[in-house]
T-cell receptor, first 113, second 110 residues
């Protein structure tokens, strides 16, 4: 059973609009949470990484939030651009895993003109 | 791309044939990983390496073997390819507490 669940599975928004992607996890003990962006035909690229003590991290128009108590994270994209069309993957790392990562299935975002 | 290349980028092969995928890095990182990515699944770890000749299994290691005889190269071998191994394979390295991924290899087993 996947311990990292993402919603929605897919999303279509108009260029210039904002959107929020969700990630719920049951992984424990928790070390850090990452958001990756994966363009079609490319490898994932890291957007943000947060430890359990951080509750927000920004990278340009991308802002990730983390609530370690409820085990929820969100990725907010502001003023979307066509180039934001991609899959966004939530990844949780265990603190005693030797660096094993638990990957969500991703949210596929399409930004249309 | 953190100096990671994968070869080949695309391969079509037949069931039962051996296949070797290569991951090459230029920055001397100690940890390297092989993942597969399939529709309906998150990325899943196949094998990883924590140094030359030091490797360990991930969650989906059956049917795969790896070798690392040099720091810069991490090879993934399918001894006898099956259709269930049709997938996109990603190599990754670990640097500064992050994982950086290669461009991927799309493998089709007919």
């Amino acid at each position: 059973k996947n311990q990292v669940e993402q919603s929605p599975q897919s999303l279509i928004i108009l260029e210039g609009k904002n959107c929020t992607l969700q990630c719920n996890y049951t992984v424990s003990p928790f070390s850090n949470l990452r958001w990756y962006k994966q363009d079609t035909g490319r490898g994932p690229v890291s957007l943000t990484i947060m430890t359990f003590s951080e509750n927000t991290k920004s990278n340009g128009r991308y802002t990730a939030t983390l609530d370690a108590d409820t085990k929820q994270s969100s990725l907010h994209i502001t003023a979307s651009q066509l180039s934001d069309s991609a899959s966004y993957i939530c990844v949780v790392s265990l603190s005693n895993s030797g660096y094993a990562l638990n990957f969500g299935k991703g949210t596929s975002l399409l930004v249309t003109p | 791309d953190a100096g990671i290349t994968q070869s080949p980028r695309h391969k079509v092969t037949e069931t039962g044939t051996p296949v070797t995928l290569r991951c090459h890095q230029t920055e001397n990182h100690r940890y390297m990983y092989w993942y597969r990515q399939d529709p309906g699944h998150g990325l899943r770890l196949i094998h990883y390496s924590y140094g030359v000749k030091d490797t360990d299994k991930g969650e989906v290691s059956d049917g795969y073997s790896v070798s690392r005889s040099k720091t810069e190269d991490f090879l993934l071998t399918l001894e006898s390819a099956t259709s269930s191994q049709t997938s996109v394979y990603f190599c990754a390295i670990r640097a500064n507490n992050e994982q950086f991924f290669g461009p991927g290899t799309r493998l089709t087993v007919l």
